[in-house]
């Protein structure tokens, strides 16, 4: 079983940054075998994707958050990154990674793994 664990979130004023961290720990695989998504749920609002990276390091982003967000990944310490970049009121929501073997996705069923979330409020 693969744990993952966010940190990062917090608060922040409109056009400011922040980096989300993801580390996983636990399972069977090595954590480069692994597709990681981000995902956010605004209250209210169903959960959607914001990214993702496959294990090759191909990365895509939602049309909403292009050019201002930026996924990575570092194998070496079984993490992955979102940048976020020029924020705004609207990117306020509670921020998931997810794990799935192999390719990456942008539907959230298809991942085996998540973490239980953190906080990004952006005011205006």
């Known amino acids: 079983q693969v744990q993952l664990v966010e940190s990062g979130g917090g608060l922040v004023q409109a056009g400011g940054s922040l980096r989300l961290s993801c580390t996983a720990s636990?399972?069977?695989?090595?954590?480069?075998?692994?597709?990681m998504g981000w995902f956010r749920q605004a209250p209210g609002k169903e959960r959607e994707f914001v990214g993702g990276?496959?294990?090759?390091?191909?990365?895509i982003h939602a049309d909403s958050v292009r050019g201002r967000f930026a996924i990575s990944r570092d194998n070496a310490v079984n993490t992955v990154y979102l940048q976020m970049n020029n924020l705004r009121p609207e990117d306020t929501a509670v921020y998931y990674c997810?794990?799935?073997?192999?390719?990456?996705?942008?539907?959230?069923?298809?991942?085996?793994?998540w973490g239980q979330g953190t906080q990004v409020t952006v005011s205006s």
């Open positions: 997810a794990a799935r073997p192999t390719y990456f996705s942008v539907y959230e069923y298809s991942y085996n793994y």
């Open positions: 990276i496959s294990r090759t390091e191909r990365t």
């Open positions: 636990g399972g069977t695989s090595s954590f480069d075998s692994y597709a």
